[in-house]
């Protein structure tokens, strides 16, 4: 049993559409980070939220946590050939820095 | 840059062989994580240290698996005997702990086939 259900599993768009992956949970979680692992590499962290409703923005990346700390999204406006890539989110359950990591989403931006 | 290493990068053997893997955690990190990654269970936590000593290691089969830091720059997963359903991508990640939202930095990962 996954402790944190992302969804799409799957999602393949268009260059320039704008897209929404959301990472659930009925745990609540002191922090959340979010990752983009690309073919044959380890994951690469994009951000961490620390605080319920918390919302971060890398460049065209939208990330925020929610108010119970449960849940999360990544949106992602004008996606690019460039973000082509698994994208895990990975919540801390307490104060060590033990990640558990979501079923992950797959991303596929054709030119 | 500083990373984490990770050799071999593949390995392919036969079921029942034993199997090594290591990683060589960012210099000066103090906390080194192990993950298991399939298409079917996603990324799984096998274990993890800090300052060498292990504070988790119950995502790994105990019957087979073993994981350990000889020294700060070295750490080990060791599969004895390896079975076809072993067959991953084993990644070692490191960090520095104490703060809850620390950032785990990983290796390119090993590709584990057992035939």
């Known amino acids: 049993t996954q402790l944190l259900e992302q969804s799409p599993q799957f999602l393949s768009i268009q260059e320039g559409e704008n897209l929404t992956v959301y990472c659930n949970s009925s745990?609540?979680?002191?922090?959340l980070q979010w990752y983009r692992q690309e073919p044959g590499e380890g994951p690469v962290l994009l951000v961490t939220?620390?605080?319920?409703?918390e919302v971060k923005k890398l460049k065209r990346l939208t990330f925020q946590f929610g108010d119970a700390r449960k849940d999360s999204s990544l949106h992602i406006t004008a996606a690019q050939p460039g973000d082509t890539g698994l994208y895990l989110c990975?919540?801390?359950?307490?104060?060590?820095?033990?990640?558990?990591f979501g079923t992950g989403t797959s991303l596929t931006v054709i030119p | 840059d500083a990373r984490v290493t990770q050799t071999p990068r593949d390995k392919v053997t036969e079921m029942g062989q034993e199997v090594t893997m290591r990683c060589q955690p960012i210099?000066?990190?103090?906390?080194v994580f192990w993950y298991r990654q399939t298409m079917m269970q996603g990324l799984e936590l096998l274990a993890y240290?800090?300052?060498?000593?292990?504070?988790?290691d119950s995502g790994m089969p105990k019957d087979r698996f073993s994981a350990e830091m000889p020294d700060a720059t070295l750490a080990t997963l060791k599969i004895q005997p390896s079975e076809p359903r072993d067959s991953a991508v084993y990644f070692c990640?490191?960090?520095?702990?104490?703060?809850?939202?620390?950032?785990?930095?990983f290796g390119p990962g090993t590709r584990l086939t057992v035939l």
């Open positions: 990640a490191s960090g520095l702990g104490g703060r809850a939202y620390n950032e785990q930095f």
């Open positions: 745990s609540v979680f002191s922090s």
């Open positions: 939220v620390v605080t319920g409703g």
């Open positions: 990975a919540g801390a359950r307490n104060t060590g820095n033990q990640f558990y």
């Open positions: 210099l000066g990190h103090n906390t």
């Open positions: 240290f800090r300052n060498r000593a292990p504070l988790d």
